[in-house]
């Protein structure tokens, strides 16, 4: 009995590795070294091609919750995310390479997984002794995804992501930023006081550097943007993004003061220099450990590598910048979950075959891994001949096949909310105490089915730095 699992990115990285640890042989099938996807950039698996967050880590914030109930169910990548760790206040922030050389590391050191380098263009022939895992992530390859359309039908779905620039550290004006987190959290982080500012120096204040806009310089820096050349979109491309991750120049479409009150809203924050909260603000998050190089929180963009180069110089403090990976668009490739896949993740219309990650409809990284861990130990308990026992619907990992199994007019992809977890008990509860109640209720459902469900647990991940010659 072997399974195969395509793609060795997080999905598929976390359901190869559940699977191993329960017992099971599997194929990792890889399409780098031969091959690389646009937004690849070296042969690692698991590679990090948007952001270096994987967003906020407090319990009251949903994917804060899903990144716990991974840690207890022996996530590999949670794991190797410790390890690669970098300062970013209220969130799970880590250096990309660390990261990916930690998990690359563990996966091929472990005696049940084999690693093959292949580039994928059909659906691998599936049978109950060998049943398929498809984790290819959101640039699955045009010739395997007209495969996957061949079996799905219309249902089959793209739109673009779009990935945010880094620029070196060396290249920022820091007499013109403070470094500072909003609320003395972090941009996507929940501060654990009600007025922030008492836990700021302990929650990492200096996670991130702020440019600091007045209004005047705002309002010229948003009609560049508007009026910057874009890369626009091929002939055969139909352009859907998704709302949680809109590039800068169309939340910049919307309105002039649309990127103030989103990723460059100044609430939480204050200019030492000045003593008042500045217009508005870019935020620059650490890229890596040693902070030689920043991320534009938010600045996912289309616009032309020449073009960002000059208006991203309009930025305060980023007047010589130089970019070290220019911000572009990219395809993701998903499929309508709630009427093609069954409550194992196995497309209905292909028996044996299953499906994890982005490709099901899922977005961020973390839910990625969700995705890969629900995938395998469901899949393990059915090669087991265990009955079917999902995690509870109050967690959020029930929540992610929640949003899975919903079915709506249009089924489109999405980060885990607390909308897909059931509502607490009591309904006047004041919004952080709600979260909290919630977060409190599936840890605590959550470790009942850990202890109680066949093959939900196995044991801790255990995740060390990898050795300075992996890649």
């Given at each position: 009995?072997k399974?195969?699992?395509?793609?060795?990115?997080l999905?598929?990285?976390?359901?190869?590795?559940?699977?191993?640890?329960?017992?099971?042989e599997?194929?990792?099938?890889?399409?780098?070294?031969?091959?690389?996807?646009?937004?690849?950039?070296?042969d690692?698996?698991?590679?990090?091609?948007?952001?270096?967050?994987?967003?906020?880590?407090?319990?009251?914030?949903?994917?804060?919750?899903?990144?716990?109930?991974?840690?207890?169910?022996?996530?590999?990548?949670?794991?190797?995310?410790?390890?690669?760790?970098?300062?970013?206040?209220?969130?799970?922030?880590v250096?990309?390479?660390?990261?990916?050389?930690?998990?690359?590391?563990?996966?091929?050191?472990?005696?049940?997984?084999?690693?093959?380098?292949?580039?994928?263009?059909?659906?691998?022939?599936?049978?109950?002794?060998?049943?398929?895992?498809?984790?290819?992530?959101?640039?699955?390859?045009?010739?395997?995804?007209?495969?996957?359309?061949?079996?799905?039908?219309?249902?089959?779905?793209?739109?673009?992501?779009?990935?945010?620039?880094?620029?070196s550290?060396?290249?920022?004006?820091?007499?013109?930023?403070?470094?500072?987190?909003?609320?003395?959290?972090?941009a996507?982080?929940?501060?654990?006081?009600?007025?922030?500012?008492?836990?700021?120096a302990?929650?990492g204040d200096?996670?991130?550097?702020?440019?600091?806009?007045?209004?005047?310089?705002?309002?010229?820096?948003?009609?560049?943007?508007?009026?910057?050349?874009?890369?626009?979109?091929?002939?055969?491309?139909?352009?859907?993004?998704?709302?949680?991750?809109?590039?800068?120049?169309v939340?910049?479409?919307?309105?002039?003061?649309?990127?103030?009150?989103?990723?460059?809203?100044?609430?939480?924050?204050?200019?030492?220099?000045?003593?008042?909260?500045?217009?508005?603000?870019?935020q620059l998050?650490?890229?890596?450990?040693?902070m030689?190089?920043?991320n534009?929180?938010?600045?996912?963009?289309?616009m032309t590598?020449?073009?960002?180069?000059?208006?991203?110089?309009?930025?305060?403090?980023l007047?010589?910048?130089?970019?070290?990976?220019?911000?572009?668009?990219h395809?993701?490739?998903?499929?309508?979950?709630?009427?093609?896949?069954?409550?194992?993740?196995?497309?209905?219309?292909?028996?044996?075959?299953?499906?994890?990650?982005?490709?099901?409809?899922v977005?961020?990284?973390?839910?990625?891994c969700?995705?890969?861990?629900?995938c395998a130990?469901?899949?393990a308990?059915?090669?087991?001949?265990?009955r079917?026992?999902?995690?509870?619907?109050?967690?959020?990992?029930g929540?992610?096949?929640?949003?899975?199994?919903?079915?709506?007019?249009?089924?489109?992809?999405?980060?885990?909310?607390?909308?897909?977890?059931?509502?607490?008990p009591?309904?006047?509860?004041?919004?952080?105490?709600?979260?909290q109640?919630?977060a409190?209720?599936?840890?605590?459902?959550?470790?009942?089915?850990?202890?109680?469900?066949?093959?939900?647990?196995?044991?801790?991940?255990?995740?060390?730095?990898?050795?300075?010659?992996?890649?």
């Open positions: 009995m399974v195969i699992v395509v793609g060795a990115g999905a598929g990285c976390e359901a190869a590795f559940q699977l191993a640890e329960r017992g099971i599997v194929e990792l099938v890889e399409q780098k070294p031969k091959a690389r996807t646009p937004a690849q950039n070296n690692s698996l698991c590679e990090l091609v948007c952001s270096n967050s994987m967003r906020g880590a407090a319990l009251v914030n949903a994917v804060g919750l899903l990144k716990e109930e991974l840690r207890r169910a022996g996530s590999l990548v949670m794991a190797a995310a410790e390890v690669a760790r970098v300062p970013a206040g209220g969130a799970l922030a250096d990309r390479d660390v990261f990916a050389a930690t998990v690359t590391a563990r996966i091929a050191s472990h005696p049940r997984i084999h690693l093959r380098h292949e580039v994928v263009e059909r659906i691998p022939e599936a049978a109950p002794e060998r049943p398929v895992v498809l984790a290819t992530g959101p640039l699955t390859g045009d010739a395997l995804a007209a495969d996957i359309a061949r079996v799905v039908g219309a249902s089959h779905l793209a739109y673009y992501d779009a990935i945010a620039p880094i620029v550290a060396d290249s920022i004006d820091w007499s013109k930023v403070f470094k500072q987190s909003r609320w003395g959290k972090g996507d982080g929940v501060a654990t006081e009600s007025d922030g500012a008492r836990d700021a302990a929650a200096e996670a991130y550097v702020n440019c600091p806009f007045e209004k005047d310089a705002y309002f010229a820096f948003v009609r560049a943007i508007v009026e910057a050349q874009k890369v626009e979109p091929r002939s055969f491309e139909d352009v859907r993004y998704f709302e949680g991750c809109l590039p800068i120049e939340m910049a479409s919307r309105g002039e003061r649309t990127l103030a009150f989103g990723p460059m809203k100044p609430v939480g924050l204050t200019d030492p220099r000045t003593g008042r909260r500045p217009y508005a603000v870019v998050r650490p890229e890596d450990q040693a030689t190089a920043y534009l929180v938010g600045f996912q963009t289309r590598y020449g073009e960002q180069t000059r208006v991203f110089r309009m930025i305060p403090g007047e010589e910048v130089e970019i070290l990976r220019f911000g572009s668009v395809r993701n490739t998903f499929v309508d979950a709630p009427r093609m896949l069954d409550e194992r993740m196995q497309l209905k219309a292909l028996p044996n075959v299953f499906l994890a990650g982005q490709i099901t409809g977005e961020g990284y973390v839910e990625s969700a995705g890969g861990l629900l130990i469901l899949l308990q059915a090669l087991r001949g265990e079917l026992t999902p995690p509870p619907e109050t967690t959020a990992l929540g992610i096949r929640t949003h899975l199994s919903r079915e709506t007019e249009r089924f489109q992809p999405s980060n885990i909310t607390w909308a897909c977890v059931p509502p607490p009591d309904p006047k509860l004041r919004k952080r105490e709600r979260y109640a919630m409190d209720r599936a840890l605590a459902d959550l470790d009942g089915w850990l202890a109680r469900a066949p093959l939900a647990r196995v044991g801790a991940a255990r995740a060390e730095p990898a050795p300075a010659s992996a890649s």
